[in-house]
């Protein structure tokens, strides 16, 4: 089971860290993602790290502003959030995936979700 954590409401320009923790299921061997709903809209990727986290990809909308880690011992992934716009308004999903592939072709067969947490940036 994964858990997401650290969402909430936040003014534009302000930052937030969202945190996903499993419970009895080790993390270390999969890629790790986030992925994003906003209300109407698609869900869409946004961050995936490695398993061994030496590798990281972003959707070119939130580069250079979030940040994905990882703590293989805490079994824990972290997104954190800079910068954060009205647009990054959505609910923010944890995905973990056997692979680190297809990420921006969306769900795939064999990932585990968590349950969402919202975020909401005021303008």
């Known amino acids: 089971q994964l858990v997401e954590s650290g969402g909430g409401l936040v003014q534009a320009g302000g930052s937030l860290r969202l945190s996903c923790k499993t419970s009895?299921?080790?993390?270390?061997?999969?890629?790790m993602g986030w992925f994003r709903q906003a209300p109407g809209k698609e869900r869409e990727f946004v961050a995936a790290i490695t398993s061994s986290a030496i590798g990281v990809d972003y959707t070119e909308s939130v580069r250079g502003r979030f940040s994905i880690s990882r703590d293989n011992t805490a079994n824990t992934v972290y997104l954190q959030m800079n910068s954060l716009k009205p647009e990054d308004t959505a609910v923010y999903y944890c995905?973990?995936?056997?692979?680190?592939?297809?990420?921006?072709?969306?769900?795939?067969?064999?990932?585990?979700w968590g349950q969402g947490t919202q975020v909401t940036v005021s303008s």
């Open positions: 995905v973990a995936r056997p692979v680190m592939v297809a990420w921006r072709a969306g769900p795939r067969m064999g990932d585990y």
């Open positions: 009895g299921r080790t993390l270390s061997t999969y890629a």
